[in-house]
């Protein structure tokens, strides 16, 4: 087992990660064991080759995809690999994506085509709201449910205050996301631009309904935010803070891409191996 903090900032943060090398001999409920034990929320288990396989695992169950496990994966293969540059494709999920990984100065920096995401408006999801102790004057217009393979509220709240100040129901938040048929709601807020030429926003990840009451990091719901917003306003490249509500500052950027068959979404992240 080694251990990530993927997406971090500034070499710092991040969210810790669990990535195991896959056994095929283990059933699914030794893997859940196995992310209770890493104390992770999130792990990742490899089975390398041209096209490495990964599968991701809560104390829950399995993902069908997971953004800062699959930054987290491709830094581990990479430093394994022993070089500095690496580009291939990632089986996860029943599909093959594209990912690429460098090594810089603060770590490992990962990209990852998120493919095309579905996106709807957001319906029926007062509940929601009302879970995360929020007044209805505090959310902003433009919420909508997005998904890259399992559907997820994109939440926009008026101020980073706001965001800051979320005590969520957890119980209940979890029976709203199950109802609704919801992995979680990704909060967002306008925030500091990590550079100069693109926008920039603060969002918490909460996920109680599959066992992570808060994300450090949120990768997935990321590209799906750019895919809104491209849609939206033709903005098509954000970075997004994340994980200061848990002490640990993070960094994730995408781009997305309107095509004929959808917006499509490209997924980055700052990744530093320990060890």
Known sequence: MVI?????????GGSPTAVFDDDPELTDAARRDLVR???????????AGDTSAVR??????????CGHGTIAAQAV???????????????????????????GTDGVEVWFDQGTVDLRPAEGFGGIVAALGLRPGEVGDEACVASPGTPRLLLPVRTTRVLAAIRPDLDRLAAESRRL???????YAPGVAARTDVPGFTA????????????????????CLAAHLAVLHGTGRIDVHQGAALGRPSLVHATATATAGGVTARVGGVAVVRG
């Open 4 to 12: 990530v903090d993927a997406c971090t900032l500034h070499a710092g």
């Open 37 to 47: 034990r890493a104390g992770t929320s999130h792990a990742a288990f490899v089975t």
């Open 56 to 65: 991701f695992f809560t104390t829950q169950g399995e993902l069908v995809n």
């Open 77 to 103: 293969l990479l430093t394994r690999r022993g070089v500095t540059a690496h580009r291939g494709g990632q089986r996860t999920g029943g599909r093959v994506i594209a990912v690429e990984a460098v090594r």
């Open 181 to 187: 048929g919801l992995l979680g709601c990704f909060v």
């Open 204 to 223: 918490r990840m909460f996920a109680p309904a599959i066992g992570v009451a808060e994300d450090v990091v949120n990768a997935n719901s990321t590209g």
